[in-house]
C-alpha cells in the first residue's frame, strides 16, 4: 500500500467505480423470473453527487449489465456508465481518451480480480474493506467501510478533503 494516498487523493480528476461489491454490498438478489435487485447506499450517493458537484468527474465501469446501474447513475447525474465489461481495460482506455484525464489523475474503487487491471494504472487503487485480499494487496488504499456501506462515500471525503473542498461543501448544509 501506498505510504501516502492523501496526497494521490490530492490530484484525482476522476472517480471510476466498479458496482457489484463497491456500490453494493456483492450480493445478487434474484427473483423467480430472473429480476434483479441492488440495494445503494445513499451515503455513497450523496458523495457521488459532492465529486461531481466539485467538478470532479465520475464514471461507472462494471462487469455486469443491470437497467438499475443505468437508472441510479442517472439519478446522481454521473455520464460515464461502461456496463458489460468482462474485460475493463478497453472502457478505461475508451474513458481517458473521451475525457483526456492523465492516468494519474483517476482514482479507481474495486473489490475482485477483474478491478486490477486498471488498478495497476490509476494515480489511486482503492479496495473496499471487503475486497478480495490480493485486491487489498495491490491497492493505494483499503477502505475501512464495506462496499455497499458507505466505502465511496469514504473515498469521495479522502479526495474531497484532500483538495480541501470538503469543509466548504459540509459548512454550506450548516447555513
Do not use: W
Not at 77 to 104: E, M, S
Not at 139 to 161: H, K
Amino acid at each position: 500500500m501506498s505510504a501516502d494516498p492523501t496526497q494521490k487523493a490530492s490530484q484525482i480528476r476522476l472517480l471510476i467505480l466498479d458496482v457489484d461489491g463497491v456500490l453494493t454490498d456483492g450480493g445478487l438478489q434474484l427473483d423467480d423470473h430472473g429480476n434483479e435487485y441492488k440495494t445503494f447506499n445513499s451515503l455513497d450517493g450523496h458523495g457521488i453527487r459532492m465529486l461531481l458537484d466539485s467538478g470532479i468527474e465520475v464514471a461507472i465501469i462494471t462487469g455486469r449489465q443491470s437497467a438499475i446501474v443505468d437508472y441510479r447513475m442517472g439519478d446522481l447525474g454521473v455520464k460515464h456508465i461502461y456496463q458489460g465489461c468482462r474485460n475493463k481495460l478497453p472502457a478505461f482506455h475508451q474513458l481517458i481518451a473521451d475525457t483526456g484525464i492523465d492516468a494519474k489523475q483517476v482514482a479507481y474503487i474495486g473489490d475482485d480480480l477483474a478491478d486490477l487491471a486498471i488498478m495497476n494504472r490509476v494515480g489511486l487503487a482503492v479496495a473496499v474493506q471487503n475486497a478480495h485480499s490480493f485486491v487489498k494487496q495491490h491497492s493505494d488504499l483499503v477502505t475501512t467501510t464495506r462496499g455497499g456501506s458507505g466505502a465511496v462515500r469514504e473515498v469521495s471525503d479522502l479526495i474531497l478533503q484532500s483538495q480541501s473542498l470538503l469543509e466548504a461543501l459540509q459548512q454550506a448544509y450548516l447555513e
